[in-house]
């Protein structure tokens, strides 16, 4: 297998991009990474996106975008993995590329979601947990969540108030990110007084819904240097893994066995452990999301992910940096672009571009892509070489 590198990025800010159709804001995300990568040609296209079928009316993603960006009779497919889908496409590029079939490949992430009521929105969302015997219920995703934030509180003695570092780092950083959907800090006393969602997830434990694109372009490592003159960031590690659909097939469902095993695998081929992470893009999609996919990849003790919040060890100068340009919660979260988004940004750190939230010396940066609740999770190691 072929080493490979990031060559381009390209992202559009995420909000409510009323004025533009889902291959509009695909390909603004496309056309800036292959500029930004120097090229004017790739072979491939791989798209990311969860719900452009129902919420958009359109299937068909790949041949609909690549006739779009110019690339018409080139190889395309979709990807979908719910909100994995993002890193399902980056990954599925990755392989192309690192197999030696494919030698430049580009992976975008797309969703458009604000065309479509709230109510149709989180009935779509529902989609991703398991429609016989979840949905079946009347259970939303933020209700599943809350379900299982609830049994965090109770099994490990955390209060509601204990949460609150991951909003605050996530908004925090979110300021500095041109593309983020919210750009304001906020307070504990915000954080505790928010609207109640679905009990304990309030607001500002939610990720916002939202429109966005982001996009990379993979290239063999050996012909980064013939090209631009960014720093070479190779992808060191991939792996990705599913668990139960249902959260109550799940043995423990308090433990994230995806993350576990992707990432396990992921040190495994970067020869890596938890402690050599500069920073790590998770997924921050509700905050107990981050909590067990701290403890699951290994950067805290089960039960204590709230803890390095509490000690101020998630923001950008602390010992594991997470959402460094806002994360889910802030920077926002168009469920199958978000891993391409994630991915963006860990490019961003490497290439010591993150301005107000920037990793000091950032070397290798991890992202990990959720989809479900728990059912399928995708690792990344990215490292800067020179
Ligand atoms: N965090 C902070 N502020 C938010 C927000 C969030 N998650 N979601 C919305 N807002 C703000 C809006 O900007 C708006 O502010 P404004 O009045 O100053 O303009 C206000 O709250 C109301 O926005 P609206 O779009 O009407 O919110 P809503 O009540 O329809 O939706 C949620 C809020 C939390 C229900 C919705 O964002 C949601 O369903 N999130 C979860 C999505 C999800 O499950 N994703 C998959 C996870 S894997």
Redesign the pocket.
Known sequence: MREVAVLGIGQVKIGEHWDKSLRELAGDAVLSAVKDAGLDQVDALFVGNMMSASANHQQQLGAYIADWVGLRYAEAFKLESA?SSGASAFRSALLAVSSGVIDTAVAVGVEKMTDSP?AEI?AE?ATAADSDWEVAQGIS??ALNALIMRRYMMEYGWEKKHFAPFSINAHANGVHNPNAR?RKPITEKQYLEAGM?SDPIN??D????GDGAAAIVLVPADRLHKITGNPMIKVIGSAAATDSIAVHDRKDPLWLKAAAISSQKAYQQAGLSPKDIDFFELHD??SIMAALSLEASGFAERGKGPQLGLDGQIHPAGKIPIATLGGL?ARG?P?GATGMYQLVEVVTQLRHAAKGSQVENATIGMAQNIGGSGSNIITHILERVN
Do not use: R
């Open positions: 909100c709230g989180t969302l995703f933020v919210f969602v607001l500002m939610a990720s916002p819904i999609a509700f919660k979260h469920v």
